[in-house]
């Protein structure tokens, strides 16, 4: 006679109590196991290492599927879902970013002489949590609380370009790529294309992208194993920021952000 599953959840943190849930339970540790093994899974090797039958692993799977937390790829094999890595960021995100961003922000707006913001992502967008104004008659403003597209915001941008592939699909899916001026991205090859490049040299551009006649710069400030839990940015108008000026304020929003992310005891 076959030996059937034991019913033991491989990497669930059990223990008693009369509001255990038992369904819960197991659907928790099938997406723990699928997120510990690198590459995806395969139903039947995932059901042997939960210790459930491979129809109830499918049946819990196909509900974390349908909660966007599970994703298969078609060919039988299991990952993390978005809407996973978007709970996991919340966590770090809310953490202490925004004091310990707070004296860095001060030194990078005297620094820079422009207006400094610092946002996260939230619903598909990026909202802003805080901002230091500069003190120049015509400056930037995007104050804590408003919330612009990522794709078309560099904020949005830093955040976009360091998120798993499937997390940006589902934003892009969710919320388009919508036109705001004659330079907004509005192709997905072409936002992929200028993501590698925030990837490459390490921070964002916003040309006039979202408003005519602002340009900001930004850089993701990281949480632990890599993952981005908000963005710092520097924002003036355009007439301000002649190239050479963008590279050399890139340069300084990414040094910033580092030292956010080290200050707040996290990994870059």
């Keep these: 006679m076959a030996n059937r599953p034991s019913g033991k ?20 540790g099938i997406l ?13 090797a995932l059901a042997r290492q939960v210790g459930l039958a ?13 909660e966007g937390l599970a994703r298969d790829d078609g060919h039988g094999r ?6 996973a890595f978007a709970i996991g960021s919340a966590f770090l995100r809310d953490r202490n970013v925004v004091d310990v961003a707070g004296p860095v922000m001060r030194r990078l707006m005297q620094e820079a002489k422009e207006t400094v913001n610092l946002a996260v992502a ?10 230091v104004e500069c003190e120049q008659i015509m400056r930037a403003f995007s104050r804590p609380g408003s919330r612009v597209p990522m794709h078309s915001s560099a904020v949005g941008k830093a955040l976009l370009a360091h998120m798993p592939g499937p997390a940006v699909d589902a934003i892009v899916t969710r919320r388009g790529l919508p036109k705001f001026t004659e330079r907004t991205i509005t192709d997905r090859a072409a936002l992929e294309n200028d993501l590698r490049l925030v990837r490459s040299q390490g921070y964002a551009i916003d040309d006039a992208e979202h408003a005519i006649g602002l340009r900001c710069v930004a850089a993701a400030i990281f949480g632990a194993g890599g993952v981005p839990v908000a963005a710092l940015s520097i924002s003036a108008p355009a007439a301000r920021v002649p190239d050479r000026r963008v590279r050399e304020l890139g340069a300084a929003v990414k040094r910033a952000a580092d030292e956010i992310s080290a200050a707040s005891g996290r990994q870059a």
């Design 78 to 83: 299991w990952f993390v879902g978005a809407d």
């Design 9 to 28: 959840i491989s990497g669930t943190r059990r223990g008693s109590g009369a509001g255990r849930v038992q369904s819960l339970a197991r659907a928790i």
């Design 122 to 131: 939230i619903d598909g967008e990026a909202l802003y949590l805080s901002q």
């Design 54 to 66: 491979p129809s109830t692993t499918h049946r819990l799977l196909m509900t974390l599927r349908q």
């Design 32 to 44: 723990r196991a699928v997120a510990e093994t690198r590459g995806g899974i395969a139903l039947n």
